[in-house]
């Protein structure tokens, strides 16, 4: 198994970098990998969100995307420019049959909890990250794995 850095790319903060986003992570991951879906996932989540919530606006304005592989996980980061006025979080609440506001709560159970943020200081922007690991935690005692893994119909590119 590979391990190291697998790709590392700066898009454009514009949504047609989400597309871009998977075909680099496709290309990276190769076809074969059995992480690919859940890492494509997780890249489609992270980069949306960095697109739709970061403060742009400066021209040259890039998100990175570092994808790297380690002996039990592959550790995604999106870099943007941040926001001024908004963290990144999971919500608390969603209004039922609501179609946005899932992309964190997404990447939470992808990763099994392992993501978190880096600021880089006032103006510099910030880095959301997660891994991906190849063994997935067993569920906690109030939860069972079909809830806490796939709460909702995944699509079929991306099966479970």
């Given at each position: 198994?590979?391990?190291?850095?697998?790709?590392?790319?700066?898009?454009?903060?514009?949504?047609?970098?989400?597309?871009?986003?998977?075909?680099?992570?496709?290309?990276a991951l190769g076809p074969d990998h059995?992480?690919?879906?859940?890492?494509?996932?997780?890249?489609?989540?992270?980069?949306?969100?960095?697109?739709?919530?970061?403060?742009?606006?400066?021209?040259?304005?890039?998100?990175?995307?570092?994808?790297?592989?380690?002996?039990?996980?592959?550790?995604?980061?999106?870099?943007?420019?941040?926001?001024?006025?908004?963290?990144?979080?999971?919500?608390?609440?969603?209004?039922?049959?609501?179609?946005?506001?899932?992309?964190?709560?997404?990447?939470?159970?992808?990763?099994?909890?392992?993501?978190?943020?880096?600021?880089?200081?006032?103006?510099?922007?910030?880095?959301?990250?997660?891994?991906?690991?190849?063994?997935?935690?067993?569920?906690?005692?109030?939860?069972?794995?079909?809830?806490?893994?796939?709460?909702?119909?995944?699509?079929?590119?991306?099966?479970?």
């Open positions: 198994m590979e391990t190291g850095k697998l790709a590392e790319v700066f898009l454009e903060g514009a949504y047609e970098s989400v597309g871009q986003a998977r075909r680099e992570t496709r290309q059995v992480l690919l879906p859940d890492v494509v996932q997780v890249v489609s989540e992270l980069l949306a969100n960095a697109v739709e919530h970061a403060d742009h606006g400066l021209v040259g304005d890039l998100i990175g995307l570092t994808l790297t592989a380690t002996l039990d996980s592959v550790h995604v980061e999106v870099s943007d420019p941040g926001s001024a006025s908004r963290v990144p979080h999971i919500p608390r609440e969603r209004p039922p049959g609501a179609r946005r506001g899932r992309g964190l709560l997404i990447v939470d159970r992808l990763s099994g909890g392992r993501w978190g943020t880096r600021e880089h200081g006032p103006g510099l922007g910030r880095t959301v990250w997660c891994a991906i690991p190849y063994v997935r935690p067993e569920p906690s005692a109030e939860e069972d794995g079909a809830e806490r893994f796939a709460p909702w119909p995944l699509p079929a590119a991306f099966p479970n």
